[in-house]
């Protein structure tokens, strides 16, 4: 019997490694990993029939590995990755070994600096209803997607087709060699590693080049980074044999947007024009319209994207409020010890952009809640070079919780001049909490005393790229 092939993971438990490892084992390989720390994906995994090691060392390498696949965000020195090297074994990075199945299907890649895992998501998820059975690789969990119960990052498809997010994140998406794709924005990201936006602009229009011959490119014209690079994308367009089609909700018909509108599920002026560059493509693709949108009613969100996680119960010791009502002006003073109950909802922007527009898709869902947003940033280079546009990203929210700053391994050393301390003084009516073992007291002050100066209703939005989503179960949990 021939020897199943063997591939190793360093880095398993990051959202786009571990769907890869499901792909390989899909393919009957025998799949092994490593990562730094326990988490909820590489318990999945494990329950995958994954080997998982937490720690990173060379003896996790087995004898007879054909291939390693790591983390674009594991160092050079690391001695899994150093242990391969010496042995002369089959290294790819993540990226890398990505363009390669790029090569061996009919690829729909989704990029842009925002909305990349909505817009995936929608799109596989109408090709899926429309019977194209594609191969799913997203950088978020699919409730749609099992297993594990609570969703996947990853399907495999019986077809030719592959759908997946293309990360921009040091131009990991040139490796990809789509037939079909989407950008929806052009925004300043990832400058620790572009350095400039102009590098930005440039990595995407080569993105644009790597084309197959024949493919389709759906952009926004409404975002104007993207449409000022109009003339140099159609002049590659044109030299590659691919077309362009620009989608726009300021310019469609208001007939079809009042038609997305009225089936969209998830709120905010983002995701209507995520949906519209699925529809547009989907058009194309001659998809019937009944199964876009009926894919749009159903599509609720995905992990940690407008996510629901539940109720936090807070007392309030200081006056007499029954589950976060008054019952009589008579009631509010002598009801003792009452309770509210806060909806919490779970969401991963992290970029001022990606804030402003989620922030306001909350807005738009709760226009008379007090919206206390607690957010973490994420990594302090990012927090250093967009200052002055994190300041301004949190206008909808009604109370701001400041947490320190996620700082990524290898990547990281955080500014005085520019931490979260300093974020919150600079906008003013921030709290900022040094300690995330303080952050339940924190938020019972601000909801009782909120709500003894002006009755409202609460609505709690943890917000960042980070370990907040650790904080949201502590919070529920305990």
Not at 355 to 376: D, M
Not at 445 to 469: D, E, Q, R
């Amino acid at each position: 019997m021939e020897r199943r092939r063997i591939v190793h993971f360093i880095g398993i438990g990051g959202i786009g490694m571990s769907a890869l490892a499901r792909w390989f084992l899909a393919r009957k390989w025998a799949v092994f990993g490593s990562d730094t720390t326990e988490g909820k994906i590489t318990l999945d995994l494990k329950k995958q029939g994954l080997k998982v090691k937490i720690g990173h060392k060379k003896g996790n390498l087995r004898p007879k590995t054909d291939l390693v696949i790591y983390n674009s965000a594991i160092l050079r020195d690391n001695p899994e990755l150093k242990e391969a090297r010496r042995r002369d074994i089959a290294i790819f990075s993540f990226s890398e070994a990505l363009g390669e199945l790029t090569r061996h299907y009919e690829t729909f890649a989704i990029a842009g600096a925002h909305g990349k895992s909505t817009t995936t998501s929608l799109l596989a998820l109408v090709l899926l209803r429309a019977r194209w059975d594609p191969t799913i690789i997203v950088g978020t969990k699919l409730k749609e997607l099992t297993p594990p119960a609570d969703g996947s990052n990853f399907r495999m498809g019986r077809s030719n087709y592959l759908v997946l997010e293309a990360d921009e994140w040091k131009a990991a998406f040139l490796h990809y060699s789509p037939t079909y794709a989407i950008i929806t924005n052009i925004d300043k990201e990832h400058l620790d590693f572009y350095k400039n936006f102009s590098n930005i602009k440039k990595t995407f229009l080569k993105f644009v080049g790597n084309m197959r011959p024949r493919g389709v490119l759906v952009a926004n014209h409404d975002n104007n980074n993207l449409y000022a690079l109009r003339s140099q994308i159609q002049k590659i367009v044109k030299a590659r044999h691919t077309k362009v089609i620009w989608y726009s909700v300021d310019q469609s018909s208001p007939a079809l947007i009042a038609k997305l509108k009225k089936n969209i599920s998830i709120p905010g002026a983002h995701n209507l024009s995520n949906a519209l560059a699925v529809y547009t493509l989907a058009r194309h693709l001659n998809v019937n319209e009944k199964i876009i949108f009926s894919v749009l009613k159903s599509y609720h969100g995905a992990w940690r994207r407008f996510e629901y996680r539940g109720e936090l119960r807070i007392r309030n010791k200081e006056s007499g409020i029954r589950d976060g009502k008054l019952k009589t002006k008579r009631d509010s003073a002598v009801i003792p010890n009452s309770r509210f109950l806060i909806p919490v909802y779970d969401d991963y922007a992290h970029h001022p952009t990606e804030i402003a527009a989620t922030l306001g898709a909350f807005r738009e869902k709760f226009p008379r809640a007090h919206l206390i947003c607690v957010f973490q940033p994420h990594q302090a280079k990012r927090l250093k070079l967009l200052f002055k546009e994190f300041t301004r990203a949190f206008k909808d929210a009604d109370t701001l919780v400041l947490l320190p700053v996620y700082k990524v391994a290898g990547r990281d050393k955080e500014s005085p001049r520019y931490n979260s301390r300093a974020l919150a003084k600079k906008i003013g009516n921030a709290v900022y909490v040094g300690n995330t073992k303080k952050l339940p007291k924190v938020l019972e002050k601000i909801v009782t005393k909120t709500y003894n100066l002006k009755p409202a209703h609460f609505v709690l939005v943890m917000m960042g790229a980070g370990t907040i989503v650790e904080e949201t179960d502590k919070l529920l949990h305990e």
